[in-house]
């Protein structure tokens, strides 16, 4: 189908976009990979579309000291080719390996796939273990945030009427750490029916340090904090990984649709807790 | 799709009962709603502006109340249609006492068609499991003001 008719801008400068958006119904365009299929399907009816696409300054990946800070225009194929993410955020490389396919990681958008809070997008899952901090504007405020306060609920986030996500900040990742994102997928869409990513540091023979991340089994992601508790201080045998990861669905209400049941879901998510801790741990150095 | 869950109201069940058959306290639960119009004994039409992700619409709907057992349970069917979809429900909501709460239970069977339904079916049972969750906790700030 052909979406409706919507006035369309692409501003070249933040501010420029941040004052188009301050007014009314005017929706954000990232790479438009979720946007544009529901606006064909005429399921989303903006009138007013402002395309970021051209802002300069909105895509890069930089180090500041000990973060690394990355544009809201990145898209996901400039966040897998990274030499810098490669060499100091590699759980972020593995987990934008995973996005979609590879038109989707050509114009998708990190920012973009932040600010749509899709339940099974892969980037919150390790977003989550990374303890990342994202950067929001508006034309009269700047904010900043842990992302575990950034996603309220399903397609729900923290982000005000006129606010664009700036940057997302992650950590430099300590050199011992092992990290992980494991994922079942689901083939139509590529989004994840369930994915783990898992961040561990180990000391003299103990999990010194354990962060772990949940997309799709629930309506929003999640840290399984009582994963990590449940690791930490032992020696991350393979018993001990089994019983910790026996946690990551305790208490959740599971997502249940035609592609897998909520029991379904959060054995798959005990399962492929087990991988993605299995598989930092041996990475760790 | 059958739906069911259970939330808890910071009120006796005798307020709780009286909350959920108020129409003005059912207008201001229901996301996106602003009133309800009576238009017969315990049915109401309503207008919905929902909006979730980049999905928005303007929906006309219905609600009805019937076999009313208070304080413990009754019915509540609801109906919709927009231009994304319609929807269908229909549920039981059964109300037990807590010392200085009411324990909600619902259980109930929902219908949704049209294009949301054929392309949405990923994301159906998360987003109606949120909408409810809104619904209760407008709810149970209704019930301490």
């Known amino acids: 189908m052909i979406a409706q008719n919507f006035e369309y801008s692409a501003p070249t400068t933040l501010v420029d976009a941040l004052r188009l958006l301050s007014d009314g119904d005017a929706k954000a365009l990232a790479g438009g990979m979720s946007l544009i299929p529901l606006m064909k399907l005429r399921l989303a009816t903006p009138e007013q579309l402002v395309d970021l696409g051209r802002i300069a300054g909105l895509n890069y990946i930089r180090q500041d000291k000990d973060v690394i800070r990355i544009g809201a225009t990145t898209t996901h194929y400039e966040v897998q080719s990274s030499a810098l993410l490669r060499a100091s955020c590699p759980l972020l490389v593995e987990t934008a390996n995973h996005i979609g396919d590879i038109q989707v990681r050509n114009r998708g958008t990190m920012g973009g796939s932040v600010a749509h809070a899709d339940p099974a997008a892969d980037y919150p899952a390790s977003l989550l273990a990374l303890e990342a901090r994202v950067v929001l504007v508006s034309a009269k405020s700047e904010r900043e945030m842990p992302i575990s306060d950034f996603f309220v609920d399903t397609f729900t986030t923290a982000l005000e009427p006129g606010e664009l996500i700036r940057e997302v900040i992650v950590p430099v990742e300590d050199p011992s750490a092992g990290t992980s994102y494991q994922k079942v997928l689901q083939v139509a869409s590529g989004f994840a029916i369930v994915g783990i990513a898992a961040r561990i540091r180990q000391s003299g023979g103990t999990v010194t340090f354990a962060r772990m991340g949940v997309t799709g089994l629930a309506g929003k992601p999640y840290r399984a904090i009582n994963v990590e508790q449940a690791l930490e201080g032992t020696p991350g045998s393979p018993a001990d990984i089994q019983k910790a990861a026996a946690l990551v669905a305790d208490g959740v209400e599971a997502n249940s649709d035609l592609h897998a049941s909520a029991h379904y879901r959060k054995h798959l998510a005990g399962v492929y807790t087990m991988r993605a801790l299995a598989v930092a741990s041996a990475r760790t150095a | ?145």
């Open chain 2, 1 to 145: 799709m059958k739906i069911s869950g259970s939330y808890t109201v910071p009120a006796s069940r005798e307020r709780t009962y009286q909350l959920l058959q108020d129409p003005a306290v059912l207008a201001k639960c229901m996301p996106g709603t602003d009133h309800l119009d009576k238009v017969a004994e315990d049915e109401y039409e309503m207008k919905m502006k929902m909006a979730i992700a980049s999905i928005g619409g303007l929906f006309t709907g219905k609600v009805r109340l019937a076999d009313q057992n208070p304080p413990e349970s009754f019915r509540l069917l609801v109906e919709g249609n927009g231009k994304i979809g319609f929807l269908k429900g229909e549920g039981l909501l059964n109300l037990i006492g807590q010392a200085d709460s009411t324990e909600v239970n619902y259980k109930g069977d929902v219908q949704v068609g049209g294009t949301i339904a054929s392309v949405g079916q990923r994301l159906l049972d998360t987003t109606s499991r949120m909408i409810i969750k809104k619904f209760f906790e407008k709810l149970a700030e209704a019930a301490v003001e």
